[in-house]
């Protein structure tokens, strides 16, 4: 799956379709994080591999993150667009196919929270259609709540995990998730998924603070995957890097 301006990638139209709930709690692997907790900092550098590919390599281990983004400025003091997620065993990152003659400044931010428990999904056979296409977008735009959705928690404590998360199947290649937002403080909330046979989560899509429902266009390898929703925040983010590249090949 991919977010499309921030949220879902390209939505389609509805049919439901019962799903199951997987049998272990994602929130498990998440601890209760301190305010004023010290983490190692990373250690970036930057590499100009050729005229317009560069390669970031860090060190710093944090057992605790969820994974950290990538992210890449063209100015000194930004703005900083993330390029990607990465997950925590991840060390080095390759930006290519660069305008040439341009600054690039990077930095590495350290992502944590709880998640939901995870839900299983199996999509029925068929290709994103014209038709899928052309039908009504509503049912995945991000949404808030509009009844109470109960006390809320600092998002760096276990008791902050979305709660209740559903997952409905909209057409063959298009799910709704739902949850309760019991965070308070969170930089928003990350979509995780894996494709079943694959060994980690990867984040599908980023939603903002208080979001408690979102669409989502799967992939051709997601027809059989785990969801779960993460309520997120940064830690510190590392040195940042600068390299400039060269004339063009």
Same mark, same amino acid.
């Given at each position: 799956?991919k977010?499309v301006?921030g949220? +879902? $990638?390209?939505?389609?139209?509805?049919?439901?379709i019962? %799903?199951t !709930?997987? /049998? @272990?709690?994602?929130c498990?692997? /998440? &601890? /209760? #994080? !301190?305010?004023?907790a010290?983490?190692?900092r990373?250690t970036?550098?930057?590499?100009?591999?050729?005229p317009?590919? =560069?390669?970031?390599?860090w060190n710093?281990?944090?057992?605790g993150?969820?994974?950290?983004?990538?992210?890449f400025?063209? #100015?000194?003091g930004?703005?900083?667009?993330?390029?990607?997620?990465? &997950? *925590?065993g $991840?060390?080095?990152?390759?930006?290519?196919?660069l305008?040439p003659?341009?600054?690039?400044?990077?930095?590495?931010? *350290?992502f944590?929270?709880?998640?939901s428990?995870? %839900?299983?999904?199996?999509l029925? /056979?068929?290709?994103?259609s014209?038709r899928?296409?052309?039908?009504d977008h509503e049912?995945?735009?991000?949404?808030?709540?509009?009844?109470d959705?109960g006390p809320s928690?600092?998002?760096?404590?276990?008791?902050?995990? *979305?709660a209740?998360l559903?997952?409905?199947?909209?057409h063959?290649?298009?799910?709704?998730?739902t949850?309760q937002?019991?965070?308070?403080g #969170?930089?928003?909330?990350?979509? #995780?998924?894996?494709?079943?046979?694959?060994?980690?989560?990867?984040?599908?899509a @980023?939603?903002? *603070?208080d =979001?408690?429902s =979102?669409?989502?266009?799967?992939?051709?390898?997601?027809?059989?995957s785990?969801?779960? @929703? $993460?309520?997120? +925040? +940064?830690?510190?983010q590392?040195? %940042? %890097?600068?390299?400039?590249?060269?004339?063009?090949?």
């Amino acid at each position: 799956m991919k977010a499309v301006g921030g949220a +879902y $990638r390209a939505p389609a139209a509805a049919a439901v379709i019962a %799903v199951t !709930s997987a /049998a @272990v709690a994602g929130c498990a692997d /998440a &601890p /209760a #994080e !301190s305010p004023t907790a010290e983490r190692p900092r990373m250690t970036l550098t930057a590499t100009l591999d050729s005229p317009t590919d =560069i390669t970031l390599r860090w060190n710093g281990r944090d057992p605790g993150a969820a994974g950290r983004t990538v992210e890449f400025a063209t #100015e000194p003091g930004g703005p900083y667009t993330i390029l990607q997620f990465l &997950p *925590p065993g $991840r060390a080095a990152f390759t930006h290519p196919d660069l305008m040439p003659k341009t600054p690039f400044y990077y930095r590495l931010r *350290p992502f944590y929270g709880p998640t939901s428990a995870a %839900v299983n999904v199996t999509l029925p /056979a068929g290709d994103f259609s014209q038709r899928d296409q052309r039908n009504d977008h509503e049912w995945a735009e991000p949404r808030t709540s509009v009844g109470d959705s109960g006390p809320s928690h600092s998002v760096r404590t276990k008791a902050a995990a *979305p709660a209740g998360l559903k997952v409905t199947v909209m057409h063959a290649n298009g799910i709704r998730l739902t949850w309760q937002d019991r965070a308070r403080g #969170e930089e928003g909330y990350l979509i #995780e998924l894996r494709p079943a046979g694959d060994p980690d989560f990867r984040v599908a899509a @980023v939603a903002g *603070p208080d =979001i408690e429902s =979102i669409g989502l266009i799967t992939l051709p390898d997601e027809k059989k995957s785990t969801v779960r @929703v $993460r309520a997120y +925040y +940064y830690g510190e983010q590392s040195n %940042v %890097v600068h390299r400039t590249t060269g004339p063009e090949a």
